[in-house]
């Protein structure tokens, strides 16, 4: 290949993903056909961890995780930005060069795949405070969109977190004692494929009127490894406020994403945090003095030479005037796991008593209230992973316990709730118990099925539970009660923020104006009409914003790539194509559609090619990435369709013919170009960072990689559309 003239500039932004496996599918008891991740159409649904799993994996593909230098690559870059902006401020002349931004949306989707009903949606919401006296004003986190304020009860919306170095959110705290300040914890804790690690501990005064962000606040802590930090690559789970005094805070930490469960940066301490429970006693004070004490809930795990311990604890309560009781989760790992209790939080040396043991690798969440006084008056809930056997419903994983004396003691597993998780109960179980009565419960689940739910409602303690989850979007994270008035409940889930009037037997979406929490995967655009665009987004399907800037859902599923025909065309007759998710021996390939605009989820309006669908040459055995590259190279009538597994894939008519046009690869396409003035001239980069390339056109492709490239999976290749010789990659 003498004549291969490619300038190569390789700029090393992506750090490592593993790629997909060749995973068996097995199929999962618990599936449903309202699981708004999974198209009905599957015939072989993938079990819900193993397809999150997967997700995760593809998506630290495009991010570059987990990286292993001995910074946060992220937060270096915005700290940068921010010089630079503060540069451009002084210089006008130069911001007249910059691009100006507008928001396109959606906000909201408008056609959620939602039980029962069609309702507006947003992205995954995984927790929410209300304000202790004004049930209508509500912060709401976001996975990785930021923080929300409402002051009118979900009318309107507020972004109050674009200046955190993080918008991945994990928890949200009113000081009750002031309910102006916020405590934000970053991070997201579901323990799932895409849930990120944040930045630390955030602290925002004036919440409620002019936000102003204290933090990222992530201090160095004395433990028996010198140099460790708080929060340091992890998810913060729960953060607990002293009611009397703002100054004493708790913050639970668990694994997030930077690789999965205990895979975070290099796999080191320091560099990485001691999981577990963290105090301080001075939280309101300036941002450079503020302290943290690591406790002691349980040693096992600890990292020698530390005996503080080394564990996801995904929730804590503390019990209604009583500071110094706490009870908290730990999803252990070996017999640390279930319930611990202490009765001396602010003690130089808490202890913690584990008063539920469960099995390893089981998430809980807990719920409490305190009706009455005595031993008696405190009452908890867990909602539990564990088997739903000895429950009234068995299908499935997921159980409710109770304690009646503030958790010192737990029940069996009660009758009712059995399943309610289905087979993700380490990404759906909330509940909450309401602030006025001790025997009504609102039980979050993943979607509808023999024994699992969207949401469950009981008003007899848990005996037994009735399905309230009509109008509701898959896959519950967080369900809170307004403290001021018990028939007002929010909830946040794969699509959003949802409110109840009616104690959570009725909900509406509030998915409104301002709340913008769509993850986008993928972005495509109309040659000629360039408001008309569709995108893949996460458990939202694949989206359009219409050539009169509308928005809408234009078909179902975990949307991935997208892709519009280049030749132009009426909108309402544009060819557009978009992935769904991919896995070996189930399904691999995408849907495409002529109608436009104007298509509609499903069959007719989108047709499915490829293994699982009408089938064109794509083989099902294939090693494939979860959002399989797919790009649009030149070519009239119709462009040519590319298609990436191992092998690259071509098509001259719209994908109803794939011709394999490479050799098999040693590991997943990760990316694909194609030049923009030459059809012949391709380039691949692989999963394990290899980098591929023809000019003529022909198989096999041969290899370009950098000298100087690292073994980490590239995050994208691309030509330059004016000139053929030279190409990026990332």
Same mark, same amino acid.
């Given at each position: 290949?003498?004549?291969?003239?490619?300038?190569?500039?390789?700029?090393?932004?992506?750090?490592?993903?593993?790629?997909?496996?060749?995973?068996? +599918?097995?199929?999962?008891?618990?599936?449903?056909?309202?699981?708004?991740?999974i198209?009905?159409?599957?015939?072989?649904?993938?079990?819900?961890?193993?397809?999150?799993?997967?997700? !995760?994996?593809?998506?630290?593909?495009?991010? =570059?995780?987990?990286?292993?230098?001995?910074?946060?690559?992220?937060?270096?870059?915005?700290?940068?930005?921010?010089?630079? !902006?503060?540069?451009?401020?002084?210089?006008?002349?130069?911001?007249?060069?910059?691009?100006?931004?507008?928001? @396109?949306?959606?906000?909201?989707?408008?056609?959620?795949q939602?039980?029962?009903?069609?309702?507006?949606?947003? =992205?995954?919401?995984?927790?929410?405070?209300?304000?202790?006296?004004?049930?209508?004003?509500?912060?709401?986190?976001?996975?990785?969109?930021?923080?929300?304020?409402?002051v009118d009860?979900?009318?309107?919306?507020?972004? *109050?977190?674009?200046?955190?170095?993080? @918008?991945?959110?994990?928890?949200?705290?009113?000081s009750?004692?002031?309910?102006? +300040?916020?405590?934000?914890?970053?991070? !997201? #804790?579901?323990?799932?494929?895409?849930?990120?690690?944040?930045?630390?501990?955030?602290?925002?005064?004036?919440?409620?009127v002019?936000?102003?962000?204290?933090?990222?606040?992530?201090?160095?802590?004395?433990?028996?490894?010198?140099?460790?930090?708080?929060?340091?690559?992890?998810?913060?789970?729960k953060?607990?406020?002293?009611?009397?005094?703002?100054?004493?805070?708790?913050?639970?930490?668990?694994?997030?994403?930077?690789?999965?469960?205990?895979?975070?940066?290099?796999?080191?301490?320091?560099?990485?945090?001691?999981?577990?429970?963290?105090?301080?006693?001075?939280?309101?004070?300036?941002?450079?003095?503020?302290?943290? /004490?690591?406790?002691?809930?349980?040693?096992?795990?600890?990292?020698?030479?530390?005996?503080?311990?080394? +564990?996801?604890?995904?929730?804590?309560?503390?019990?209604?005037?009583?500071?110094?009781?706490?009870?908290?989760?730990?999803?252990?790992?070996?017999?640390?796991?279930?319930?611990?209790?202490?009765?001396? #939080?602010?003690?130089?040396?808490? /202890?913690?008593?584990?008063?539920?043991?469960?099995?390893?690798?089981?998430?809980?969440?807990?719920?409490i209230?305190?009706?009455?006084?005595?031993?008696?008056?405190?009452?908890?809930?867990?909602?539990? =992973? !564990?088997?739903?056997?000895?429950?009234?419903?068995?299908?499935?994983s997921?159980?409710v316990?109770k304690?009646?004396?503030?958790?010192?003691?737990?029940?069996?597993?009660?009758?009712?709730?059995?399943?309610?998780? %289905?087979?993700?109960?380490?990404?759906?179980?909330?509940?909450?118990?309401?602030?006025?009565?001790?025997?009504?419960?609102?039980?979050?689940?993943?979607?509808?099925?023999?024994?699992?739910? *969207?949401?469950?409602?009981?008003?007899? $303690?848990?005996?037994?539970f009735?399905?309230k %989850?009509?109008?509701?979007?898959?896959?519950?994270h967080?369900?809170a009660?307004?403290?001021?008035?018990?028939?007002?409940?929010?909830?946040?889930?794969?699509?959003g923020?949802?409110?109840?009037?009616t104690?959570?037997?009725t909900?509406?979406?509030?998915?409104? #104006?301002?709340?913008?929490?769509?993850?986008?995967?993928s972005?495509?655009?109309?040659?000629?009409?360039?408001?008309?665009?569709?995108g893949?987004?996460?458990?939202?399907?694949?989206?359009?914003?219409?050539?009169?800037?509308?928005?809408?859902?234009?078909?179902?599923?975990?949307?991935?790539?997208? $892709?519009?025909?280049?030749? =132009? &065309?009426?909108v309402?007759?544009?060819?557009?194509?978009?992935?769904?998710?991919?896995?070996?021996?189930? @399904?691999?390939?995408?849907?495409? /559609?002529?109608? &436009?605009?104007?298509?509609?989820?499903?069959?007719?309006?989108?047709?499915?090619?490829?293994?699982?669908?009408?089938?064109?040459?794509?083989?099902?055995?294939?090693?494939? @990435?979860?959002?399989?590259?797919?790009v649009?190279?030149?070519?009239?009538?119709?462009?040519?369709?590319?298609?990436?597994?191992?092998?690259?894939?071509?098509?001259?008519?719209?994908?109803?013919?794939? +011709?394999?046009?490479?050799?098999?690869?040693?590991?997943?396409?990760?990316?694909?170009a194609?030049?923009?003035?030459?059809?012949?001239?391709?380039?691949?980069?692989?999963?394990?960072?290899?980098v591929?390339?023809?000019?003529?056109?022909?198989?096999?492709?041969?290899?370009?990689?950098?000298?100087?490239?690292?073994?980490?999976?590239?995050?994208?290749?691309?030509?330059?559309?004016?000139?053929?010789?030279?190409?990026?990659?990332?």
């Open positions: 290949m003498k004549n291969f003239l490619f300038s190569i500039l390789f700029f090393v932004v992506c750090m490592l993903t593993a790629y997909l496996s060749n995973a068996q +599918t097995r199929v999962d008891p618990a599936a449903s056909d309202d699981d708004a991740d198209p009905s159409f599957i015939k072989n649904k993938p079990a819900k961890d193993a397809y999150l799993k997967a997700r !995760e994996d593809n998506i630290n593909t495009i991010r =570059g995780l987990p990286w292993t230098l001995p910074y946060n690559p992220r937060v270096k870059a915005i700290n940068e930005m921010k010089i630079q !902006e503060q540069k451009n401020a002084l210089n006008r002349s130069f911001l007249v060069q910059s691009p100006s931004w507008v928001e @396109l949306g959606p906000s909201p989707i408008p056609n959620g939602t039980q029962g009903v069609v309702n507006a949606v947003s =992205g995954r919401t995984v927790c929410i405070a209300i304000h202790p006296t004004n049930p209508s004003m509500v912060y709401v986190g976001t996975a990785n969109g930021g923080i929300y304020r409402t009860g979900g009318t309107n919306w507020t972004q *109050i977190f674009d200046g955190g170095q993080s @918008l991945s959110i994990g928890a949200l705290a009113i009750p004692s002031n309910p102006s +300040t916020l405590f934000v914890g970053t991070g !997201e #804790a579901d323990l799932s494929a895409d849930s990120y690690a944040g930045v630390g501990l955030y602290r925002i005064d004036n919440a409620d002019a936000p102003t962000l204290v933090g990222p606040i992530n201090p160095l802590v004395t433990t028996g490894i010198a140099n460790t930090s708080a929060f340091s690559a992890r998810a913060i789970s953060i607990l406020v002293d009611p009397a005094n703002g100054n004493n805070i708790y913050v639970s930490t668990t694994s997030a994403q930077i690789g999965n469960p205990g895979g975070a940066p290099s796999g080191t301490i320091p560099i990485i945090a001691l999981k577990g429970i963290y105090r301080s006693t001075n939280a309101l004070s300036t941002l450079g003095s503020i302290a943290f /004490t690591k406790l002691t809930v349980t040693a096992t795990g600890s990292v020698a030479p530390d005996v503080t311990g080394n +564990t996801n604890v995904t929730d804590m309560v503390m019990e209604p005037g009583n500071p110094d009781n706490i009870t908290c989760w730990v999803y252990g790992f070996t017999s640390e796991g279930g319930i611990w209790h202490t009765t001396n #939080a602010s003690a130089i040396t808490p /202890t913690f008593t584990q008063t539920l043991a469960i099995a390893a690798s089981i998430r809980g969440s807990l719920t209230v305190q009706q009455g006084t005595g031993p008696s008056s405190v009452v908890l809930y867990a909602a539990t =992973g !564990e088997s739903a056997s000895g429950t009234s419903c068995t299908t499935g997921g159980a316990r304690s009646r004396d503030g958790g010192v003691t737990w029940s069996a597993k009660l009758q009712g709730g059995g399943g309610f998780c %289905g087979g993700q109960c380490f990404y759906d179980l909330p509940i909450a118990v309401s602030p006025v009565d001790s025997l009504t419960l609102l039980l979050g689940g993943s979607a509808l099925g023999t024994c699992s739910s *969207i949401m469950k409602r009981s008003t007899d $303690a848990s005996a037994t009735i399905d %989850g009509n109008g509701l979007h898959a896959d519950e967080v369900i009660f307004a403290p001021s008035d018990a028939t007002i409940a929010y909830t946040g889930n794969d699509g923020i949802f409110k109840s009037t104690g959570g037997t909900w509406n979406s509030i998915n409104t #104006a301002g709340f913008s929490a769509t993850q986008f995967q972005i495509a655009v109309h040659p000629t009409n360039t408001s008309l665009t569709i893949g987004t996460q458990d939202n399907g694949t989206n359009a914003i219409k050539s009169d800037n509308s928005p809408f859902r234009v078909d179902f599923g975990d949307g991935g790539y997208a $892709a519009i025909d280049q030749n =132009g &065309g009426a309402n007759a544009t060819i557009m194509y978009h992935t769904y998710f991919n896995q070996t021996n189930n @399904l691999i390939g995408f849907a495409s /559609t002529i109608l &436009g605009e104007t298509a509609t989820e499903g069959s007719p309006s989108w047709k499915l090619y490829g293994c699982g669908g009408t089938a064109n040459g794509i083989t099902c055995s294939d090693a494939t @990435l979860f959002y399989a590259p797919l649009l190279g030149p070519g009239s009538p119709v462009n040519n369709v590319y298609f990436g597994t191992n092998k690259l894939y071509r098509s001259v008519d719209t994908g109803i013919v794939m +011709t394999v046009v490479s050799q098999t690869m040693a590991t997943t396409i990760s990316s694909i194609i030049s923009k003035q030459n059809d012949n001239v391709r380039i691949v980069g692989l999963s394990n960072g290899n591929f390339a023809t000019v003529t056109g022909v198989s096999p492709l041969i290899a370009v990689t950098p000298p100087i490239a690292a073994a980490r999976a590239v995050g994208r290749v691309a030509i330059d559309p004016t000139n053929a010789d030279v190409a990026y990659v990332t």
